[in-house]
T-cell receptor, first 117, second 112 residues
Framework: GAVVSQHPSWVICKSGTSVKIECRSLDFQATTMFWYRQFPKQSLMLMAT?????????EQGVEKDKFLINHASLTLSTLTVTSAHPEDSSFYIC?????????????FGQGTRLTVV | GENVEQHPSTLSVQEGDSAVIKCTYSDSASNYFPWYKQELGKRPQLIIDIRSNVGEKKDQRIAVTLNKTAKHFSLHITETQPEDSAVYFCAAVYYGNNRLAFGKGNQVVVIP
């Protein structure tokens, strides 16, 4: 299948700083990217959906000013956690899907473990 | 948006037995239903999907059935093996809104 690469795999940051996570589709054009947050032994909580060149659509309860999403090209989307706090510590994972007439498979990155101290 | 419920949350089966996971959805406009498998420490991967114009789809030991009237779809795993132990996520997607939101997941444990 297609490859989606997420970077970094893990990051530790101080409270109050911002962290940027990258999600790249390596061998296909990702017209849509999804960002999720996953707590231990819990579901993939959809945070936002971004389409290349458009503003991201955020899920209810997700602060768009806190979690900045940019999808500037067909191979790259970024999630920036601004002014991070310990409660933002979590596993963040992206997935990407190419353009299709109907829904097709979304490929996941390997995820980023964020720890805010 | 679409609301997907998965049950049971945890399922333990003896190796060789069958496992069935059921998802219900709320939006009758949903027309695409994928199942993803996430093994411990790994990324989710698509294992099977079905579209609304089909009632059943099978791929070796895995099958998915869709009941549009009742708005539920199920994952069937036959002859379970230890490597089937994982968390399984379902989603119900309407192409028009391009939103891929998952249910809470089912932890399947295959007991050797």
């Amino acid at each position: 299948g297609a490859v989606v690469s997420q970077h970094p795999s893990w990051v530790i940051c101080k409270s109050g700083t911002s962290v940027k996570i990258e999600c790249r589709s390596l061998d296909f054009q990702a017209t849509t990217m999804f960002w999720y947050r996953q707590f231990p032994k819990q579901s993939l909580m959809l945070m936002a959906t971004s389409n290349e060149g458009s503003k991201a659509t955020y899920e209810q309860g997700v602060e768009k000013d806190k979690f900045l999403i940019n999808h500037a090209s067909l191979t790259l989307s970024t999630l920036t956690v601004t002014s991070a706090h310990p409660e933002d510590s979590s596993f963040y994972i992206c997935s990407a899907r190419g353009k299709a007439i109907e829904n097709t498979e979304a490929f996941f990155g390997q995820g980023t473990r964020l720890t805010v101290v | 948006g679409e609301n997907v419920e998965q049950h049971p949350s945890t399922l333990s089966v003896q190796e060789g037995d069958s496992a069935v996971i059921k998802c219900t959805y709320s939006d009758s406009a949903s027309n695409y239903f994928p199942w993803y498998k996430q093994e411990l420490g790994k990324r989710p991967q698509l294992i099977i999907d079905i579209r609304s114009n089909v009632g059943e789809k099978k791929d070796q030991r895995i099958a998915v059935t869709l009941n549009k009237t009742a708005k539920h779809f199920s994952l069937h795993i036959t002859e379970t093996q230890p490597e089937d132990s994982a968390v399984y996520f379902c989603a119900a997607v309407y192409y028009g809104n391009n939103r891929l939101a998952f249910g809470k997941g089912n932890q399947v444990v295959v007991i050797p």
